[in-house]
């Protein structure tokens, strides 16, 4: 079966740090683009990161720039979103999800272009 797995969410205090796993089943993450998406409560879905596993090209949504960082272990299959700095804002449903599409084909942003999705993992920032 073709799915993907996030884990690592939880509760953490503000400036505290949290590393999201997404692991890949059924097929492999070589030549996919990775995108992390959030989604707040009474928000849209938003683009957090994207990450080319073919070449590596890292694009970040300016909100988590320098605090978010992104990682993978080919021989897990596996994608790390590394999460330093939280802010309560952060607080979120977060969703690991892959794409055929390269990063350059991509409009940045459009759920419709990611062929697999996460079931989610709750992130939740305390002030």
């Known amino acids: 079966e073709v799915q993907l797995v996030e884990s690592g969410g939880g509760l953490v205090q503000a400036g505290g740090s949290l590393r999201l796993s997404c692991a890949a089943f059924?097929?492999?993450?070589?030549?996919?683009?990775v995108g992390w998406f959030r989604q707040a409560p009474g928000k849209e879905r938003e683009l957090v990161l994207v990450f080319s596993l073919t070449d590596g090209t890292t694009a970040y949504a300016e909100s988590v720039k320098g605090r978010f960082t992104i990682s993978s272990d080919n021989a897990k299959n596996t994608v790390y979103l590394q999460m330093n700095n939280l802010k309560p804002e952060d607080t979120a449903v977060y969703f690991c999800?892959?794409?055929?599409?390269?990063?350059?084909?991509?409009?940045?942003?459009?759920?419709?272009?990611?062929?697999?999705w996460g079931q989610g993992t709750q992130v939740t920032v305390s002030s």
């Open positions: 999800a892959a794409s055929a599409l390269s990063i350059t084909d991509q409009v940045m942003g459009v759920s419709s272009e990611y062929d697999y």
């Open positions: 059924g097929f492999t993450f070589d030549h996919y683009t």
